[in-house]
């Protein structure tokens, strides 16, 4: 043989011994449990168990795997091996080797009490699934954490159903500290990914949840969920941008729809939507769109009601609908929750004063004439609407007729009294005549209805020759 020849043959005679020797170091515990030695095959559950407690179950599983098929009669192999599946919600697979075990070992009552066990978690965990699917987003929570996690640890399915749950709850906190303990366990668990994503989505913490779906696209470029997820984000972020590039740029009518058009992408997206709602209100204030303003800044105080600045701009915006009450309501609470604010105390004083002149009644306004009116033009205008809200001719809302033909005359009384209205007539009654006119007035009412009489206001009017430009046509007198 040539030296070449030689060579191969020592290099083969190695490797064999060498394949040899990792067979004896790496399956000696194994072989020595199938030859039925104690204290080797306790050495071999001690280390499945060491794997567990680390949570290393596909170790333990190898090791297991291993050793049962090395030796099928092994049962207590079979026993760990099911109690790893439970633990795992691999509830199929564990239950038939619980029931191999129990072939080999029938009567042990603590593998029945775990396959009992089993059973327990695998229904708890269908019922929780099919509540969930249903709908019911609280009693799927209770047979997780009180059934399926007791008996099923490490079930990530359930895991992850939990915080499904809690991002239903709006428990953030709560969804990505459970999905924290699932990623430690698997740094690329795409659901977990997902759904801690969401998490920080759902808190306005925009930027963390980019970073959790960019990392699970970069290990599945193709996932629907996660896409969708990000992208979402992305055009949600350009939208609220466009928004407030637009009010920067004075372009308020174009702001107004991409603050609108941003609102539409998520309504559940609370903690990014009041910020939307605030600015879009503030923008129809500026734009004089009070009812608008008023329904934008509510939207925003539904998610938080101590929100001092949305309290202050629904109260300039109800200063544009003359809602004067409304308007100091909404300021006096947003000066009470930030008393330092003199911006706020100043706004407050202008709504009060508009307020205070608003109960004063506008005698002019009541008879629809402007503050220049001559005496004819407010005759004019008083018998044009006592004809139209006398109540003998509205018999189905008399008392609504009552009340405003009252109205009318105190009105007309009031303005022919002013100091005003009684230099610019020449014909006002002198104070003697008045009840003698007035005597006749009452007696043109006949049966019918008085304004004057019957307690309350009383009004005096002072007429030259009855009701302004004569009797009422159609023969329908007082």
């Not at 690329?188 to 989505?201: E, H, M, S, V």
């Not at 209100?281 to 949305?310: H, M, Q």
Request: aromatic share 8%; net charge neutral.
């Amino acid at each position: 043989m040539d030296l070449v020849a030689w060579r191969g043959l020592v290099f083969t005679v190695f490797i064999l011994h060498f394949v040899f020797a990792c067979q004896l170091l790496l399956l000696q515990p194994l072989v020595s449990a199938l030859d039925g030695k104690p204290g080797d095959a306790a050495e071999l559950f001690g280390r499945v168990s060491q794997s567990i407690k680390v949570k290393r179950y596909s170790e333990a599983l190898d090791d297991l795997n291993a050793a049962i098929e090395a030796d099928p009669t092994l049962s207590e192999a079979y026993w760990h091996r099911a109690s790893i599946l439970r633990q795992l919600c691999r509830f199929e697979d564990s239950e038939n080797n619980y029931k191999k075990f129990l072939e080999m070992k029938p009567g042990n009552s603590a593998a029945e009490k775990e396959l009992s066990q089993l059973l327990q978690a695998q229904s708890a965990l269908e019922t929780a699934k099919s509540l969930f699917d249903s709908g019911d987003m609280t009693k799927p929570l209770h047979y997780i954490d009180k059934v399926v996690l007791v008996f099923s640890p490490a079930c990530s399915r359930a895991k992850l159903l939990k915080v499904r749950l809690l991002l239903a709850a709006k428990d953030y906190s709560g969804a990505i500290a459970e999905t924290g303990y699932l990623l430690k366990e698997d740094e690329n668990n795409l659901d977990a990914l997902l759904l801690r994503g969401r998490a920080y989505y759902y808190l306005a913490d925009h930027d963390v949840a980019s970073r959790h779906f960019q990392k699970g696209l970069r290990s599945d470029p193709e996932h629907s969920e996660l896409k969708k997820a990000y992208f979402g984000l992305k055009n949600l972020l350009k939208k609220t941008k466009s928004a407030e590039d637009n009010v920067n740029k004075g372009k308020l009518r174009l702001a107004v729809e991409d603050y609108k058009a941003a609102l539409a992408l998520d309504p559940n997206h609370l903690a990014h939507n009041i910020h939307l709602h605030l600015g879009l209100c503030n923008i129809l204030v500026k734009l004089g769109r009070g009812k608008d303003a008023v329904s934008s800044c509510t939207e925003a105080l539904n998610i938080d009601e101590e929100l001092v600045e949305a309290l202050v701009q629904r109260g300039e915006a109800k200063l544009l609908i003359e809602d004067w009450e409304g308007a100091v309501a909404d300021l006096k609470s947003a000066a009470e929750k930030s008393p330092q604010d003199m911006n706020i105390r100043e706004v407050l004083m202008r709504a009060e004063k508009s307020l205070k002149l608003s109960q004063r009644k506008d005698w002019y306004k009541i008879l629809g004439v402007s503050k220049t009116a001559s005496v004819s033009e407010i005759k004019r205008a008083y018998k044009k609407l006592a004809l139209q809200w006398h109540p003998d001719k509205n018999v189905d809302n008399r008392e609504e007729a009552e009340a405003k033909f009252r109205e009318i005359a105190a009105a007309y009384e009031h303005l022919l009294a002013s100091s005003t209205y009684s230099k610019l007539s020449q014909n006002l009654l002198l104070p003697s005549e008045t009840s003698h006119r007035l005597q006749n007035l009452n007696h043109c009412w006949g049966g019918g209805f008085n304004p004057f009489g019957g307690g309350g206001q009383q009004f005096t009017f002072h007429f030259e020759g009855g009701f302004p430009g004569g009797g009422f046509p159609g023969g329908f007198n007082f």
